[in-house]
C-alpha cells in the first residue's frame, strides 16, 4: 500500500536550532510538535525525518553522538504513542558534493526505496529554502516553510511553527 509522508527537518522544526546540536541535554522540542504529529498520523500520514548534519563531516560531533540523540528522539516521540517511520540524514561536509546534502534530493529518494511512497500526497515542512528545493526537485509538491518572518512564495505555503501547518494539511 503507497504511503502518505510528511518528511520533517529537524533542526528548527522538531527542535530548537541551537547550531549544532548534538547532546541529549541540548535538544529541546519546539511547542506543539507531538500534537502536530498527532494530527500528521490521525489524517493518515506516516512521519519521515529529513537532516542534514554537516556538523558530522566538520567533526563537531560523532556519527554515533547523532545516532544516540536519534535514538532518544525516536524513543520521546514514541513515549507520545507517534511512531518516525524512518531517519534519513546526511553526514557530510558542505564542500563534499554528496547527492544526499539539501537541497538535493538524495534523501527522499532513499526513502522511497525502503517505502512504498506516493510523493503527490506527501509534504515536506522545513525551516529553510534548502528543504524547499529539495522537495520541489524531489517531486514532492506540498511544501510548507516553517518561519515567523514573513516570506513571499508562491511554490510554498508558509507557517510560524509546525502546530501551525497542520490547517494546511487538514485542507
Request: charged residues 30%; hydrophobic residues 35%; negative net charge.
Amino acid at each position: 500500500m503507497q504511503k502518505k509522508i510528511i518528511y520533517l527537518d529537524r533542526d528548527g522544526v522538531i527542535n530548537e536550532d541551537f547550531g549544532y546540536v548534538s547532546k541529549i541535554e541540548n535538544f529541546k522540542f519546539v511547542n506543539g510538535v507531538f500534537e502536530a504529529c498527532k494530527e500528521f498520523l490521525a489524517l493518515g500520514y506516516e512521519i519521515i525525518v529529513v537532516t542534514n548534519q554537516s556538523g558530522i563531516g566538520r567533526n563537531y560531533y560523532s556519527e554515533d553522538e547523532f545516532l544516540e540523540l536519534t535514538k532518544y528522539m525516536k524513543n520521546e516521540f514514541k513515549k507520545k504513542d507517534i511512531d518516525i517511520l524512518n531517519v534519513y540524514y546526511c553526514p557530510h561536509n558542505p564542500d563534499d558534493n554528496c547527492s544526499c546534502r539539501k537541497p538535493k534530493t538524495g534523501m527522499i529518494l532513499h526513502s522511497l526505496t525502503d517505502s512504498e511512497i506516493t510523493l503527490n500526497t506527501s509534504w515536506l515542512l522545513g525551516d529553510d529554502f534548502r528543504g524547499l528545493l529539495c522537495a520541489q526537485h524531489g517531486n514532492i509538491p506540498n511544501r510548507i516553510l516553517i518561519s515567523e518572518d514573513v516570506v513571499d512564495g508562491k511554490d510554498f505555503l508558509l507557517a510560524k511553527s509546525l502546530l501551525d501547518s497542520v490547517k494546511y494539511i487538514k485542507k
